[in-house]
């Protein structure tokens, strides 16, 4: 069965689909089918133009308007996005690939939370009253002006979202640019922020490559710039943007571990390293790649994990029986394979999965390695891909030392009976997210982002109104001011 997902017109400026033919093709493809479902082009200068244009020229009214004002709008965002969220969960899963079961659930819905989040959040923005005797100061929190998001393709719903919505509910406008891979569903946010009663030019949506994703962080017209994507892309998107001084949100890759003690409840770690690793074929920047587990308890957790995992149910995406889907691209199928690869040759022992399955798109089996060591570049580098690393390990000092061994630091689980060991592992790793017998949950209330190589800032919960706001200070002198001469 073929699919269109055609959009009205490539990108989304001021308040409308726009088009310029003159961009280069971006050919969209189902991944479950290798079919193309749509083209768009990449954004030329000209559309560029008017999208910064539109959007400082709407942001100055904006910003003017009171936050219960704004918030109203996201609101009736969020109740728009629930609504039609079949079809937006459909395209998610053309976008992406991911299953129905998984989109239906975790996509558009986190994106309608953060609306809804932020959109009740907008009315409580205040600065501070600082009395110094009689004299005294308030602080005004103001926005940042124009924020560039540029998103990466395994949440393309969620990501627009979780930028789109703190950045309005400040009073900033922005202009965000999906991944090549996955630009459809940032066009539908637009569509439906607008119905919701955004003004023009607050939210645009621009296709295109990394060059267009670097145009806008060299405009001296942008503020901010929110990226979700690679640590290599982080680091240029970092730099370009320190030209100009100007703000980052930096969510990046990871390699997180994810530790299971012996005295951990079976079936529930199997959960977890299944979800830390399964999930959205394995496409998830904050999956528990490296599984430590204890020598106890290690040959039960590899033949339930084996057995567990042989029960997925991989298929049509569309059908809401299907728990795992293909990867992204055939790209990203490549550099998953040369992984796979790699642990073979390094001596790896292969569980499960391992290798293509014979059908039309970019399928793969999901994987599992037992008998993986530290230095296995399997264990050291992000694979982005369904593929699940299992080491040993005999005692907590030694584990969490080895979690630790890593440039990247975005999150990290463990999975105990012994509450204090439970805690004093989540107070030990390096990592912006820890789990407790969990993994994964990336719930709006929840700061989420990373440390070391993983990025800089954080989204969801208030502590994303630091980035994309600022402090004025001012001062009030309420008598007559002396000075020496
Ligand atoms: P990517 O780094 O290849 O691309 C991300 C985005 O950056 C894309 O839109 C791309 O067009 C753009 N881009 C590329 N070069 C650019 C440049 N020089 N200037 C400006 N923009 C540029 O990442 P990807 O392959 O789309 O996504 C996978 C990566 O994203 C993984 O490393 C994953 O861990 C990470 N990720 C992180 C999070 C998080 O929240 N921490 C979430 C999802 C994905």
């Known amino acids: 069965m073929t699919h269109n997902a055609q959009p009205t017109a490539s990108h989304f400026i001021d308040g409308a689909p726009a088009e310029d033919t003159a961009g280069a093709p971006i050919d969209v493809i189902y991944p479950a089918t290798g ?122 719903t969620q990501i627009a979202c979780w930028k789109a919505a703190p950045a309005l509910a400040c009073g900033n406008a922005m202009i965000f640019k999906p991944s090549e891979t996955t630009p ?102 904050s999956n528990g790649t490296r599984v430590f587990v204890q020598d106890g308890i290690r040959p039960a957790f590899l033949s339930r994990l084996a057995e567990r995992v042989s029960q997925a149910v991989i298929g049509d995406p569309m059908d809401p029986d299907t728990s795992f889907g293909p990867l992204v691209s055939a790209r990203q199928l490549e550099i998953v394979e040369s992984y796979i690869a790699r642990g073979q040759s390094e001596g790896a022992r292969l569980i499960c999965g391992g290798s293509r399955l014979s059908r039309p798109g970019y399928w793969l089996a999901p994987t599992v390695f037992a008998d993986v060591t530290d230095d296995m570049t399997i264990a050291r580098e992000e694979i982005f891909g369904p593929v699940m690393a299992v080491l040993g390990f005999s005692e907590e000092s030694e584990v969490l030392a080895r979690a630790n061994a890593t440039a990247f630091g975005l999150s990290a689980g463990v999975f105990t009976r012994d ?42 919960a208030a502590a994303a109104i630091e980035h994309y706001s600022q402090l004025k200070s001012v001062f009030v002198r309420m008598g007559a001011l002396e000075a020496p001469y």
């Open 35 to 156: 079919d193309i479902i749509a083209r768009v082009h990449g954004a030329t200068p000209a559309i560029l133009e008017r999208a910064v244009a539109s959007a400082r020229a709407a942001q100055v009214d904006w910003a003017a308007r009171s936050g219960a004002e704004r918030g109203r709008i996201l609101r009736r965002a969020a109740d728009l996005i629930r609504a039609r969220n079949h079809d937006l969960s459909v395209l998610e899963t053309l976008d992406t690939g991911k299953p129905y079961q998984e989109t239906s659930v975790a996509d558009a819905a986190s994106g309608a939370d953060a609306l809804e989040y932020f959109g009740g959040m907008a009315a409580t923005l205040t600065g501070q009253h600082i009395p110094l005797g009689e004299d005294w100061a308030y602080t005004r929190r103001e926005p940042l002006g124009l924020c560039a998001g540029i998103g990466a393709w395994n949440y393309p």
């Open 184 to 285: 459809l569903s940032a066009l539908k946010v637009a569509e439906i922020l607008t119905e919701a009663g955004l003004p023009a030019g607050l939210f645009n949506v621009v296709q295109g490559m990394g060059d267009v994703g670097a145009a806008l962080v060299a405009d001296p017209r942008i503020d901010k710039v929110s990226l979700t994507g690679s640590v290599p892309t982080g680091r240029k998107v970092y730099a370009a943007a320190a030209e100009g001084m100007k703000h980052v949100t930096m969510e990046l890759g990871g390699k997180s571990p994810l530790v299971i003690f012996d005295d951990a409840d079976l079936e529930s770690a199997v959960s977890g390293a299944i979800l830390g690793n399964f999930y959205s074929s394995g496409q998830v920047c």
């Open 419 to 460: 509450l204090t060991r439970a805690h004093r592992m989540a107070a030990g790793f390096q990592a912006g997210t820890c789990f407790i017998n969990s993994y994964n949950d990336a719930p709006v209330e929840v700061p989420f982002g990373g440390m070391k190589l993983s990025g800089v800032g954080r989204e969801n």
